[in-house]
């Protein structure tokens, strides 16, 4: 029973009484620099939310293997660091009709590079007018 409590707060907001969380050490972190810096800040809080202040620097947000880095912008305040920092690797839907898709694909970039090839040696060949 405990366990599906927990669960269930898990998915639920925070409280506007409270406000928004951001960990402390970021914050400490950010006071000594400047936006736009080149350096990375490395960071495992992915709850943490982007408050305005973060906004121009450059985060290094952990997904469990590697640090992947997010330039915080405006449209990024009020999410969370770890929105921008996937935890899966996509790789594809498989099936027979995608893969009939990418071949239909290929098929097509073949034939406009073929296109694009016999329209160039069409110019070359043919005789100048003066």
Known sequence: MFGSFCFCISFMTRSLKKGPYVDEKLLKKIA??????????????????????????????HNGRQHVEVLVSEEMVGHRLGEFSPTKKFFRHGGKMQKELEQKKKDAEIAAAKAAKASTTDTKAAPKKK
Do not use: C, L, N, Y
Request: aromatic share 10%; glycine share 14%; proline share 7%.
């Open 32 to 61: 000594g620099k400047k936006p736009g810096d080149t350096s990375v800040i490395k960071t495992w809080a992915r709850a943490s939310q982007i408050s305005p202040e973060m906004v121009g620097f450059k985060f290094g947000v």
